[in-house]
C-alpha cells in the first residue's frame, strides 16, 4: 500500500522450526525492495505517525537491507532489535 517505508512480517515466532527459512525469505525481501521488514511476533505492535515509530509493544524486531548494515564476522542472521519505542524515525 506505500503507507508506511517498510514491510511487515506479523505473527513471527522465532521459534518455529521454519523461522530460519522464513528469515531467509524476509532477508531476500528487504535486500530486493530495498527496505527493512518489522518482525512482530504475537502480541507485539506498533503505531506509526508521519513516519516514525511513536509507541511499540513487546519485542519488534528488524531485518536489515544487507546494504544498510555488514555482516556480523561470523555470518549469523541481522536480524536486529532496535528498541523502537522511544521512537525512531522511518525517513530515509
Known amino acids: 500500500m506505500g503507507r508506511i517505508p517498510f514491510h511487515v512480517s506479523p505473527h513471527f515466532d522465532l521459534a518455529s522450526p521454519a523461522a530460519s527459512n522464513e528469515l531467509e525469505e524476509l532477508q531476500k525481501l528487504a535486500d530486493l525492495s530495498g527496505m ?15 513516519e516514525e515509530i511513536i509507541f ?4 519488534p524486531r528488524w531485518i536489515t537491507v544487507a546494504a ?16 523502537v519505542s522511544g521512537g525512531q524515525s522511518l525517513a530515509g
Open 36 to 50: 527493512p521488514v518489522l518482525l512482530l511476533q504475537d502480541g507485539a505492535g506498533v503505531v506509526v505517525q508521519d
Open 68 to 83: 544498510d548494515e555488514t555482516l556480523a564476522a561470523d555470518g549469523q542472521e541481522r536480524c536486529v532489535d532496535r528498541g
Open 56 to 59: 511499540s509493544v513487546g519485542s
